[in-house]
């Protein structure tokens, strides 16, 4: 009763706390894209913001994150979790390698095709049987890796350079990358994709209550399928792109991408709980992780600290730890002011 | 599923124990499987019963059955902890620390204790994060424990710089007496047998004849209904994450079984074979119910299969897709039983 009347009173001021809640929740991750750009800028100058270090240093070498965490985006809007693509994407680069000479073309596909094929497996497995997804694609890592080490003879596989198949890695249109461009074309479709089709809707509202979703006559196990096989396919493009850029499919490579990803997807804005997402945020997402390292290696150029490798996973942790705490919290908040209206 | 009332309830027990006794079912067919292995390897595998057979798989088995039993806790609760690979390379990282000197501390037997105590506390300390990430905040046990299976092992990196250490070398007295605890006999018995032993026989009283136990399953079964019925979940919780983070403390063993401490591969799919060996014994990944025992023959199950194809020189990469295959058909079976 009583919060009826100081709800009321305080509704103006409630709606703009919400909105501002909200505002940082999507925005949050911009903002500090934003921030530390400019910090960038400022302190590194032309090095920083030539051609050549946002092109293929920076955007080319964040594309296979960007294709990974993209599929991950589908799978987590539907409240679930894809932990194979790490792995799958290692098998797609060491099949690229292994069909490069047979040309462009059939290296890409297969690897495509063979990323599909796990997707699929994956989800008709969380689709048909509703198996719990970490654990289903948690066993795919498993497997994917272990294809990928036989198919490799547990060595790298060398890209045959006459074939054609690493122009993938080379072509540039302007200053922009090949890999660049695919990546960005692929994020606009999928964007209109979830926000402008049946499909995307279905999936926001399996993530949203899958029950639900069921009894308005959604068809969930197809959705999900679709979404795991999709998953799949962009981990397998992502292998391609590793393979056409580091001229090998290294068996032992990858490790950990499929955690980058969720991290990226998290940062962006996208709740793990499902039901809400966006491409876009994913993206702001896989830009901030990779500027944060591109800075720490500018600043240990810059001598300013000593700086191992070893620190880029203590990195990843506390960063991950910041923002799914920041991300609760707000997230809490306004399911707070929303129940207090 | 959601049919089926938690355990700790005890509804209706005949029907139950007549159409679904579902603990001990799934531990018998486990079993059937793991009694499958051995009788083939009897047959085909040379040299199976000997000694250095039993040696060269008890180092993995107890490691799996250990860090297992505390996974089958937090898995009970209905989550799960990626972290623990992690925290066993912190607590074989740290462990080597206390044993440069021999009077670094005093008297030898301080830093040996040091060496034991301190590795340990600091992987339940680790737990106690995983906890108030997932009860105070209030995160998904897979992102929760994420944090600290990215992180962790940078932490075991940074500690050891990065480098593998050997610490037989370091002419320390007190080395010997810390790698007796890997590799020391009581009674010409290892003594990694005797502690995966203790473990067991603890966590099996823990689950089945104290309150805790019986906290946990009903957590596990339904957390709100649990809280609703007094029983504390946020402490439960705290618990379990604690549990398994001391568990996989464990890794200060290998690492004196190993004689060096490598940041890089102390523990690493540890978290998957632990998983493994929970699922194919026998224990929902839903929560609500759990048997150690199962993850024990579980344990064995993946060690064996695994032992079996490398011993018939099967590459590693199949026997790695085998393994996979293994933890599906144990979780789709458990489903069809389960429904």
């Known amino acids: 009763m009583a919060s009826v009347f100081t709800t009321n009173a305080a509704t103006p001021r409630s709606l703009t706390r919400e909105r501002a809640i909200s505002a940082l929740q999507r925005q949050g991750a911009l ?44 799978v987590i809007i539907t409240a679930g979790i894809d932990l194979s693509v790490g792995s799958v994407a290692v098998l797609a680069a060491v099949t690229a390698a292994r069909l490069s000479g047979l040309g462009l073309v059939p290296a890409v596909g297969g690897a495509v095709l063979i990323g599909l094929a796990i997707g699929l497996i994956n989800g008709g497995l969380i689709a048909r049987f509703a198996l719990q997804p970490f654990v289903v694609t948690l066993a795919m890592l498993l497997f994917a890796r272990g294809a990928a080490l036989t198919l490799s003879d547990n060595a790298p596989v060398m890209v045959d350079f006459a074939a054609g198949f690493t122009e993938l890695g080379s072509l540039h249109v302007g200053p922009v990358p090949l890999p660049v461009i695919i990546t960005a074309v692929l994020y606009v479709l999928c964007a209109l994709l979830l926000n402008r089709t049946r499909f995307g809707r279905h999936v926001l509202a399996i993530g949203g209550n899958e029950e639900a979703a069921r009894l308005a006559g959604i068809p969930v196990g197809r959705t999900l399928l679709l979404v795991y096989a999709m998953s799949g396919a962009l981990a397998g493009l992502a292998g391609v792109f590793l393979a056409a850029l580091s001229f090998s499919g290294s068996p032992t490579g990858a490790i950990g991408w499929e955690l980058s990803a969720i991290a990226a997807v998290v940062v962006g804005g996208t709740l793990l709980t499902g039901g809400v997402g966006s491409v876009g945020s994913t993206l702001i997402g896989v830009l901030l992780l990779g500027l944060i390292f591109v800075i720490l290696n500018f600043e240990r150029g810059q001598g300013t600290f000593q700086l191992n490798s070893f620190w880029e996973n203590l990195i990843r942790g506390a960063f991950l730890l910041v923002v799914v705490i920041f991300q609760s919290r707000l997230a809490r908040s306004g399911a707070e002011h929303r129940q207090g209206g | 599923m959601a049919a089926a009332p938690p355990a700790a309830t005890g509804a209706a027990p005949g029907l139950r124990s007549a159409f679904a006794p579902p603990d001990r079912v799934r531990a018998f067919s486990a079993l059937i499987a793991l ?7 009897i047959i085909f595998t040379t040299n199976f019963l000997t000694l250095n057979t039993f040696n060269a798989n008890l180092t993995q088995v107890a490691t799996i059955v250990i860090v297992g039993v505390g996974m089958t806790f937090v898995i009970a609760t209905g989550g799960v902890d990626l972290s623990v690979g992690s925290l066993m390379a912190i607590a074989g990282t740290i462990a080597p620390l206390f044993l440069l000197d021999a009077n670094q501390f005093g ?36 992102i929760a424990t994420l944090v600290l299976f990215l992180g962790g092992r940078g932490i075991a990196q940074l500690i050891v710089n990065g480098e593998l250490r050997e610490f037989r070398n370091l002419g320390s007295p007190l080395v010997p007496s810390f790698e007796f605890i890997g590799l020391g006999q009581v009674a010409g018995v290892r003594f990694q047998i005797i502690i995966m032993a203790a473990v067991v026989i603890v966590a099996a009283w823990l689950l089945r004849a104290t309150t805790f136990g019986r906290y946990v399953l009903a957590t596990g079964g339904n957390a709100s209904a649990a809280r609703l019925a007094g029983v504390p979940v946020r402490r439960v919780l705290l618990g379990v994450y604690c549990l398994s983070g001391l568990l996989a403390g464990y890794g200060l063993i290998v690492v004196a079984i190993n004689k060096s401490s490598d940041p890089h591969r102390v523990g690493e799919y540890m978290e998957l074979d632990a998983i493994a060996a929970v699922a194919v014994g026998g224990t929902p990944l839903s929560g609500g119910r759990a048997t150690i025992l199962g993850t024990l023959i579980g344990a064995l199950i993946i060690q064996l299969l695994r032992f079996t194809l490398i011993a018939h020189n099967i590459q590693d990469g199949i026997t790695r897709m085998v393994i996979a295959v293994a933890i599906v058909i144990a979780v789709l079976a458990q489903r069809q039983r389960a429904s």
Do not use: E, H
């Open chain 2, 35 to 41: 009694a499958l292995i051995v009788l083939y390897n």
């Open chain 2, 107 to 142: 008297a030898p037997w301080v830093g040996l204790a040091l060496a034991i105590i301190v590795p340990l506390l600091v992987t339940t300390l680790c737990g106690l994060f995983n906890g108030t990430l997932v009860t105070a905040i209030g995160l998904q046990p897979i």
């Open chain 1, 31 to 74: 903002i500090a894209l934003i921030v530390l750009a400019l910090f960038g800028v400022i302190r590194y100058g032309p090095k920083f913001y030539s051609i050549y270090n946002i092109f293929d240093a920076f955007l080319n070498n964040n594309t296979y994150y960007a294709l990974i965490a993209l599929g991950m985006t589908f």
